[in-house]
């Protein structure tokens, strides 16, 4: 609705409203009024005519009864002077008309007046009214007759007969009236018409003045009303259009102050709320539009996961029918994705289902995640090795499971490679196992083999030396020593040996411990090698911290330890050279370091040179001798002991050192 | 009287270099090549003391050692092994079969007199 279609209607109504009412009040005030007026005309008239007419009637007795005409004309000439008469007429008693002015003679009388013509001698007799419309200019007229009355005193027999007939039998009146004859006049009811016309008129100014003032009034209350609501209607207008922070500049205090305060509260409340929308709006929007974003990234991302990954992807709906794949799936099972949608489970995995298989579907459905092996089945019927493994996905109230086959076909060929050729290796070990005992048992035959025949050279040559067989020219027995000393140095080598036999049947050392004394054993040692150190012009120094303690060891292992070394030492070293061996201890080991300035070891070998058969240059060196046994027996010894043992060198030419710690207890 | 060794050693310049050895120190030597004619030996001449080989032909020396244990005329013979066999597992069973000292090949000649001296 328009605000002007709004502004008319109400205020048409309005003012319609009023004026009608207006209009209807004055109506009715004016019927009553005008009614009353011509009541009231209407008995002035009459009374006036009453009075007219006996007048006349009483005024023209005396003319009558001596029948004077002239009389009688002034009398009705006089009477139709007065105001509205229109005829005086006057009658004998017969009917007939003696005298009249203005209308006469054609006025026939009313027929009711005849039969009720008075005769009684009444003093105040009653007149007889009628009207009749005499039409023209004269309308409608009362006819008022008064009967003229004279009195007679006991005059004529027939006047007392008539008395009798009249006044009832018995009574003797004292004077006798008698009717000689009629006044009559006619009232015109024009002058009433025309007051009554001009009361009308008067009425209807007055109603028209009262309508005009009724409307004004109507518009000057409603304006008075209508222009506050114009603001009210304003500010709901540009409300409705929008302007919510528009305010009703209102301020009295009245019941219009009072709405628009509630409306300019309300007004605020709306801008508030408007506000909170459209900021919770515009953020919910740009969520919206970031999480409609980050779906779509989602999406893509997933799809083209699903396409980059080299296994085949399938999803499955919680019956196993497939609703997704990736382009891998196509690619290995050979259908297109149109074919691949209208497939189940058992269609690519016909064995999933035959081979018990199909029970891990329901836990898989629950949430446990299988891996096992199967074969999938192409479009064209061929199957390849496949391995899967299914999951679940819980969408809402849907579960899907998730397939990541990876085909095996591979790996299949590359186990059943690899189981070959660990069966041939297995062979292999096997065989070299039993080369590797067979050389053991060998070592320990040779060892055998070589003492036996070394027993009685050792044996005879002793007794040469010690001349058992009688003298000898010293120049045998120097070469007789020789032998000896030789076969000596078999017999270590043959000793070796039958170590290296142990060590490879993987035999742990068994040290038989005793309280060992290492400065006793040192010093020991340094006399019987004396000679060897004295022929090469070698030094040997000891030097033990003060207090050095007795260890628990097995003395022999102890002594071909220190041997073992010493010889070491004594092949790498110069002649010339020197030994120092040095002795600390704590409260639960001695270490004991043996220094040479000899030849040295390179850093890659220092670790090496304890492995058996380790030569420093991988080939046997007949200046320094030995089989490359000595560092790994002495390793042997120290760890049987629970030490350590590892050396040390600064490099080629620097020399080197060995150090081992053996526990004291 | 000369004290009475008897060798059981089946390697012949073995057994000759011990007589070698020990006659001209006043020993009666007397020698067997297998197990059993080194106990069909000992029941008959009662040596002082056997010295013995292990890995014999036939009867092995471990043998040899609990059949002489176990014949109260020989039970009490001592018994100085001379063996090749050198590891200390050997050394156990001789011992447990009833030797009394265990020599090994090739052995110091000292080491041989003084332990006869010490047994017989």
């Not at chain 1, 039969?115 to 009684?120: A, D, L």
């Not at chain 1, 000896?484 to 490879?504: A, M, P």
């Not at chain 1, 080991?589 to 390179?602: A, F, L, P």
């Amino acid at each position: 609705m328009s605000k002007l279609g709004f502004k008319l209607t109400l205020q048409t109504r309005f003012v319609i409203f009023v004026s009608m009412t207006f209009i209807l009040i004055i109506s009715a005030i004016s019927y009553y009024y005008i009614v009353t007026e011509i009541q009231h005309y209407k008995e002035v008239y009459h009374d006036k005519g009453i009075i007219l007419a006996r007048t006349l009637a009483a005024n023209s007795e005396y003319g009558v009864l001596i029948l004077n005409r002239d009389i009688l004309l002034s009398l009705v000439q006089n009477t139709i002077k007065e105001k509205d008469v229109v005829y005086a007429i006057l009658e004998n008693a017969d009917g007939k008309v003696l005298s009249s002015a203005g209308m006469s003679g054609n006025i026939p009388l009313p027929a009711s007046y005849a039969e009720k013509r008075p005769i009684s001698q009444s003093k105040d007799p009653e007149p007889a009214i009628s009207s009749r419309d005499l039409g023209g200019k004269i309308g409608l007229v009362y006819d008022i007759a008064f009967p003229i009355i004279t009195n007679v005193a006991g005059s004529g027999i027939a006047e007392e007969e008539m008395l009798g007939l009249m006044g009832g039998k018995g009574t003797a009146a004292k004077a006798t009236l008698k009717t000689i004859g009629m006044a009559r006049i006619g009232i015109s009811l024009i002058g009433m018409n025309a007051a009554i016309t001009a009361a009308m008129r008067a009425t209807l100014l007055i109603s028209f003045a009262s309508i005009i003032v009724g409307i004004f009034f109507s518009l000057l209350l409603f304006s008075m009303i209508s222009g506050p609501l114009n603001y009210l209607l304003e500010g709901t207008n540009k409300l409705a259009s929008g302007d919510l922070a528009y305010r009703v500049k209102y301020t009295r205090d009245d019941e219009i102050g009072a709405l628009a305060r509630s409306f300019n509260d309300m007004a605020k409340k709306l801008f508030d709320a408007r506000k909170e929308i459209t900021e919770y709006s515009t953020d919910l929007e740009k969520k919206v539009e970031q999480r409609a974003r980050e779906l779509q990234e989602s999406e893509t991302r997933f799809s083209s996961v699903l396409d980059q990954a080299t296994e085949t992807i399938i999803v499955h709906d919680s019956d196993g029918r497939i609703i997704e794949a990736n382009q891998e799936a196509f690619r290995e099972l050979g259908y297109t994705m149109d074919e691949l949608l209208k497939l189940s489970i058992a269609d690519i995995d016909p064995e999933a289902i035959t081979s018990g298989k199909g029970e891990l579907w329901g836990k898989v459905l629950s949430g446990e995640r299988f891996t096992f092996e199967s074969r999938h089945k192409r479009k064209d019927g061929t199957f390849y090795p496949v391995e899967i493994s299914l999951g679940r996905i819980v969408l809402g109230n849907k579960t899907q499971v998730i397939a990541m086959v990876r085909d095996i076909t591979d790996r299949k060929k590359s186990e059943e490679e690899t189981r070959k050729h660990l069966e041939e290796t297995k062979k292999l070990y096997e065989d070299l196992k039993s080369i590797d005992k067979m050389k053991t048992e060998f070592l320990s035959v040779i060892s055998h083999e070589l003492r036996t025949p070394l027993t009685p050279i050792i044996g005879y040559i002793t007794m040469f030396i010690s001349e058992t067989f009688g003298h000898l020219d010293p120049k045998y027995i120097q070469k007789a020593e020789i032998i000896k000393k030789e076969s000596e140095h078999l017999h270590g080598l043959i000793e070796s040996l039958l170590d290296v036999s142990r060590l490879e049947r993987g035999v742990p050392m068994q040290p038989n411990k005793e309280p060992l004394s290492i400065l006793t054993l040192l010093e020991e040692l340094k006399e019987v090698m004396k000679p060897q150190f004295d022929s090469r012009k070698m030094t040997l120094e000891i030097k033990l911290q003060d207090g050095f303690p007795a260890i628990m060891a097995d003395v022999n292992k102890i002594r071909r330890l220190i041997t073992n070394l010493l010889g070491n030492a004594l092949k790498y070293v110069p002649a010339g050279g020197g030994i120092i061996i040095k002795g600390t201890y704590d409260e639960t080991k001695v270490r004991i370091e043996m220094i040479d300035n000899g030849i040295g070891i390179e850093n890659a070998n220092l670790k090496k040179i304890f492995d058996k058969f380790f030569q420093v240059d991988g080939t046997y060196t007949r200046a320094a001798g030995g089989v490359g046994l000595g560092l790994a027996i002495a390793r042997e010894i120290v760890t049987s002991h629970g030490g350590k043992i590892w050396a040390e060198s600064d490099g080629l030419g620097a020399g080197s050192r060995f150090i081992f710690t053996l526990p004291i207890a | 009287m000369a004290k009475k060794v008897l060798i059981i050693e089946d390697y012949p310049a073995t057994v000759e270099m011990i007589i070698a050895y020990l006659e001209p120190q006043g020993y009666a030597v007397d020698f067997a090549f297998d197990g059993q004619s080194g106990l069909d030996k000992m029941a008959a001449s009662k040596p002082d003391v056997v010295l013995l080989d292990i890995m014999m032909p036939g009867m092995s020396g471990l043998e040899v050692c609990k059949k002489m244990k176990a014949d109260p005329k020989l039970a009490k013979i001592p018994i100085i092994v001379v063996s090749a066999k050198v590891t200390s597992d050997d050394i156990k069973a001789g011992l447990s079969a009833g030797a009394d000292e265990y020599l090994v090949k090739p052995f110091d000649m000292k080491q041989l007199t003084d332990t006869i001296k010490k047994r017989a």
